[in-house]
């Protein structure tokens, strides 16, 4: 699966960093980077609970 | 069509807003949307099922967050009352500077706000909580922000009460609070850049409209946003931050122990006391959930903390523990109009509480004075007995 970002929406409350840090973080200027874009496995959880945490609802899982 | 799941109770009757987890508790064993004829609504009341409607603004419009057709025809046109697309631009210029990285600078300052304010009550052996820090914080912090000086700071108190007030239905309480909820639309009609101090995000606002970057007539709205949504829910979750910290000792303790807590705590105030009783939505068809069918053009009532405490989804959810860290909270909403302002709110509530946790050693409370309010459950008075200073 793929983690697709709605840009203009994410307003960079970092709480899917927190679920996710290994996959996506807040560069020095609050803006979200996605590292790692495809995922499965394990990191297709944490990559879904980042999904589930955002308070926008600024993430998706989309078919790779 | 299912049939309806009813329950005779009056929302908004003095005794369920002064305390309403009994009758949560009720509704939710019932349905997870449940019928309330007394007052033409349906009532959300799970977990699931408010994050999925506040999801869903296709199904769940937020043509009506108001409970009477006035406030919500005097809000179209603002963020909090459209709907996805029109929704999406106004939300873009409305948050633009209350994001984490618009708000970065001001982390300092609010700290140093907080710990000297908090250092001098623990000093005073006694205070009352909620004039004295639960106001007192978040309306100089706010004021400080858009740059509000003079008679208005004065006025915010009593505005940010009446803003939330009259989103109820045709009561006395909503009659009541029209007039002075007009006040503050008169005033941020008329407002202009010179009423605000130099350097503010208020003023910054404005010059973002002279400058065409908002459209024309936006940031006075803005400003009338900030001031209805942003003042009196922060108080109220401030006030509770000292009713639990004073009624849950050893969870105060906990925190103490462990600063690292701090944001932990502050969604566990949020989810065990929701500081929002009741918010809007219109539904745009007919929609079932869990076998309960709401027909299309009703008006529905999200029960936040209902959802909060649903134990489908949190364990012991009446327990407080600041060791849960409930992310997933319902407090601040979720989704498309998910709060603008929660970066604001846990900077102003992380720093009370940081200073809290340094400050003072025990904190004794008297009972907490709640008097009903239509939307913002909050305390009206809390007296600290005896503080003990570190
Ligand atoms: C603990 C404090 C707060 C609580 C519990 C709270 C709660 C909420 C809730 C439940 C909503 C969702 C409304 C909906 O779904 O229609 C909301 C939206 C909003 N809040 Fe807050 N809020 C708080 C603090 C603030 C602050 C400090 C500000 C700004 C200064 C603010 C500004 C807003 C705005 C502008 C919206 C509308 C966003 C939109 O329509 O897209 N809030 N808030
Ligand atoms: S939690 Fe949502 S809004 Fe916050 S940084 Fe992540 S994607 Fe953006």
């Known amino acids: 699966m793929k983690i697709e970002l709605d840009r203009p929406r994410c307003e960079g409350h970092g709480l899917c960093e927190e679920a996710a840090p290994q996959l996506m973080h807040l560069d020095d200027d609050g803006e979200l980077v996605i590292d790692v874009p495809d995922v499965d496995g394990a990191e297709l959880d944490a990559a879904k609970a980042a999904v589930r945490i955002c308070p926008v609802a600024a993430l998706r899982l989309a078919a790779a | ?390």
């Not at chain 2, 509704?27 to 949307?33: D, I, M, N, S």
């Not at chain 2, 009609?189 to 010179?194: D, Y």
Request: glycine share 8%.
């Open chain 2, 1 to 390: 069509m299912t049939a309806p799941i009813q329950s005779d109770i009056d929302i908004w009757a003095d005794d369920i807003l002064v305390d309403p987890y009994p009758t949560y508790a009720e509704l939710r064993e019932q349905a997870a949307a449940v019928h309330l004829p007394k007052n033409d609504l349906y009532v959300l009341t799970r977990y699931d099922a408010i994050r999925d409607a506040l999801g869903d603004p296709e199904s769940f419009s937020s043509a009506s967050i108001g409970f009477n057709p006035m406030v919500n025809g005097a809000l179209q046109g603002t963020s909090l009352a459209s709907d996805p697309p029109v929704h999406t631009q106004l939300r873009a210029v409305l948050s633009q500077n209350l994001t984490p990285r618009a708000l970065r600078g001001l982390k300092v300052v609010i700290d140093e706000k907080a710990d000297k304010l908090v250092a001098e009550l623990a000093d005073s052996g006694s205070f009352e909580a909620i004039d004295s820090l639960a106001r007192a914080f978040p309306i100089e912090i706010v004021a400080d922000l858009i740059g509000f000086q003079g008679h208005v700071k004065d006025n915010m108190l009593r505005w940010g009460q009446a803003a939330m007030q009259v989103l109820g239905p045709l009561n006395q309480r909503t009659q009541e609070s029209f007039p002075i909820a007009g006040e503050l639309y008169g005033w941020c009609s008329s407002v202009t850049a010179e009423d605000l101090a130099p350097g503010s995000i208020g003023r910054g606002i404005f010059d973002a409209e002279a400058r065409g970057e908002i459209p024309e007539g936006s940031a006075g709205h803005i400003i009338h946003q900030y001031l209805g949504a942003g003042v009196d829910t922060t108080i109220a979750s401030i006030g509770n931050i000292v009713a639990l910290f004073g009624r849950h000792a050893e969870q105060f303790d906990l925190v103490r122990a462990n600063p690292e807590l701090v944001p932990a705590a502050f969604a566990e105030v949020l989810r065990y006391w929701a500081p929002v009783h009741i918010w809007g939505r219109k539904a745009t068809r007919d929609v079932e959930i869990d076998g309960v069918t709401i027909p299309a053009g009703a008006q529905v009532g999200i029960l936040f903390g209902a959802g909060n405490r649903d134990p489908r989804h949190y364990e012991n959810p009446d327990t407080f523990d600041v060791t849960r860290n409930p992310v997933d909270h319902l407090s601040f909403g979720y989704g498309p109009h998910g709060c603008a302002g929660q970066g604001l709110a846990k900077l102003e509530a992380h720093a009370v509480i940081e200073a809290l946790a340094r400050r003072v050693q025990t904190l004794t409370i008297g009972d907490e004075v709640r008097e009903p309010s239509n939307i913002t459950r909050s305390i009206e008075k809390l007296q600290v007995e005896k503080v003990v200073a570190v």
